[in-house]
Every structure is written in C-alpha cells, then in structure tokens.
C-alpha cells in the first residue's frame, strides 16, 4: 500500500513509500517490531521514523562497544588488516585519516601504527571506557568538530552510514574536510544481497532498528553522487562481514535465538530471560553445527560476491571534479 512519510528519503527526496517487510529488534528484551518502507523514487528500504532523542542513546549500550579477547581478538587483528588494505589499494603513501563512528578506536590505532596520521570520531559515551588512543577520538558529533576544510587525505565509513539519521548533511561534511584528491569509504549492508533476500527478516545484518537505512549499491552510490562524489569502485566480498552474515544467518533459519553466537562472541553477553528449551536448542545447535556451517558460509559469500550481490558492500569513492553536488 502507497504512503507519505513525514521523512523524506535522503538519496531522491520523494516522501512517498510502500511496505517493504519488517524484523524485530534482536538486543532489546521486548522483541518490538519494526516496519520497513521502500521509496517508491529511488528503491531505497528504510525506517520511516527513527527513536525519540532521549531513547536514542539505548539502543548502543556499552556491550555494544566490548574490546576484543582470544580468537574474536585475534579474528579483529585479521579483519582491521582488511580495511587497512582497502584504503592503501587507492592510498599507497600514509596521510591524515578520520574514521567515522570509530566505535573503541582500533582501526584508527592500527592506521596510525602502519604511520598515518589518523583519528576517530565517536560520540557515544557508551564507547568511552574501552576506547583505545583516547587521545585521537573526539567525543562529539561530526559537524560540531568544525575542523578544518580539506583535512583529511582519508575519511572511512565501517558499518556507520545505515546508522546515521541525516546521511547526506553527514556526507555534505565529510566532503568539505577531503583533499582535493581525497578518498571516501563507505561499507554498507546490502539489503539486495543473496544473503539479506534468503535469510529475510532473520538476516543478520538487518540489525532493527539500529540499521534504520537499508541500502543497495545503486541507492547507496545515488546517495554519494548527490552529496558531489564519484564512485572509483565496489566491491561485494568481505573476509570481515560476509562469511559471518551467511554463518550467523543460517543459524537463524535454524530456529535458534537470533543472533546467539554473535552476541556471544562479540558483546560477551547473551539474554537471561530466553525459555530454558529455546537456550538448550540454541547451545546444541551451535556445538553441532559451529564448524560444519563455516565452510558453506565461505562458499556463499564466494559465490554471491561472483555474481554482484554480496551481503555487505565497501564503496570507494572520490570528490568530484566539478564541485557541485548533484
């Protein structure tokens, strides 16, 4: 059914939308629901409202930002050599980079070990007590920092633009602060991806209502080209997100509370109240099936990279030439 939202959609500006699906909230102990719209402009799936100011800051607790230990310490190693890898595939000479939504700071600390000049933007204070280099993350919003125009060679988006409630005054800023030649990575959820379309509303990266922009990669590239950039590339496979979509998405296909091993190995913590069956199953599932799954979670994500549909995406993109924004 067609309807006009009070929000405007942030990649064509058209107000009128149809019902997409909906999920639940997987962290919170209510289980609320959560309805998604798509733009009947552009395509783009989304939260037609996002939460009140003051229930905004609970939906990222401290859990949320945990410091790695063991192997998810060791696995974070290998994923942040990852990012690095993607920046320097554009940026071979160290400069000055801003990650944004920097979470504990750990890939600002590794880009500044591999000798950049780098620093995190992350205002949640539920962040604050596992911060690594405090000193090079700021506490406020982006466009209250007011450094200044064309400081950065850098600025990389990790799983932060679907959380942001006004992407394209966020992206207006991070243009003003690049170089001329300046780079921009932004790495996106794929609500087209093999992945999101077969697992539906138990898809681990749809993330309710956290993720309140469900993007694909023609919305999110409109999105870019509006704000004045050029898109150079993008790319569909993620050692760090995709093999662990499909994984963590299979288990909850199974039956199994959604999103179990995740919050267990990630946030260090799972749910008191889940129903003693619901647990047992859960556990079982997850001793029985933890490593037979892993190689089909890899030949997956292989396979929906190969044919442009991965479950997250990572765009790279630069100013462009003419100034102007679309």
């Not at 942030?10 to 009128?16: A, D, F, G, M, Q």
């Not at 939308?17 to 909230?25: A, K, N, P």
């Not at 995740?262 to 933890?290: E, H, I, M, N, Q």
């Amino acid at each position: 059914m067609k309807t006009a939202e009070s929000v405007s959609c942030p990649v064509c500006s058209l107000r009128e939308t149809d019902f997409h699906s909906s999920g639940y909230d997987y962290l919170a102990a209510s289980g609320r629901e959560f309805s998604l719209v798509r733009c009947l402009g552009c395509g783009l799936v989304y939260l037609p409202s996002g939460p009140e100011p003051e229930a905004a800051g609970a939906l990222y607790q401290a859990a949320y930002y945990r410091k790695m230990r063991g192997l998810s310490k060791f696995l974070e190693t290998l994923f942040l050599r990852e990012r690095r890898r993607a920046v320097e595939r554009f940026k071979k000479a160290p400069g000055t980079l801003l990650d944004l939504g920097c979470g504990t700071g750990e890939f600002a600390a590794a880009m500044r070990d591999a000798g950049w000049d780098a620093a995190g933007v992350e205002p949640s204070p539920a962040a604050k007590e596992n911060a690594a280099g405090a000193d090079k993350i700021y506490r406020r919003d982006l466009p209250d920092l007011k450094f200044p125009a064309g400081s950065f060679d850098a600025v990389t988006l990790w799983q932060v633009l679907e959380h942001l409630p006004d992407p394209a005054r966020y992206l207006a800023e991070i243009r003003r602060l690049l170089k001329a030649d300046g780079l921009l990575l932004v790495s996106v959820p794929n609500i087209n991806s093999l992945q999101a379309v077969f697992s539906g509303d138990k898809w681990f990266h749809l993330d309710l209502p956290r993720h309140r922009w469900q993007f694909t990669p023609e919305t999110v590239s409109r999105l870019l080209v509006r704000a004045g950039f050029r898109i150079r590339e993008i790319r569909h496979f993620s050692l760090e997100y995709n093999p662990f979509g499909w994984w963590q998405s299979l288990f909850n296909l199974l039956g199994c509370e959604i999103n179990f091993a995740y919050k267990r190995l990630k946030r260090g913590s799972v749910r008191k109240d889940s129903p003693a069956a619901k647990r047992f199953y859960t556990v079982l599932c997850t001793a029985l099936f933890a490593l037979p799954l892993l190689p089909a979670a890899f030949i997956l994500s292989f396979l929906e990279s190969a044919l442009r549909r991965g479950g997250v995406i990572t765009v790279s993109a630069e100013m462009d030439g003419d100034g102007n924004e679309r």
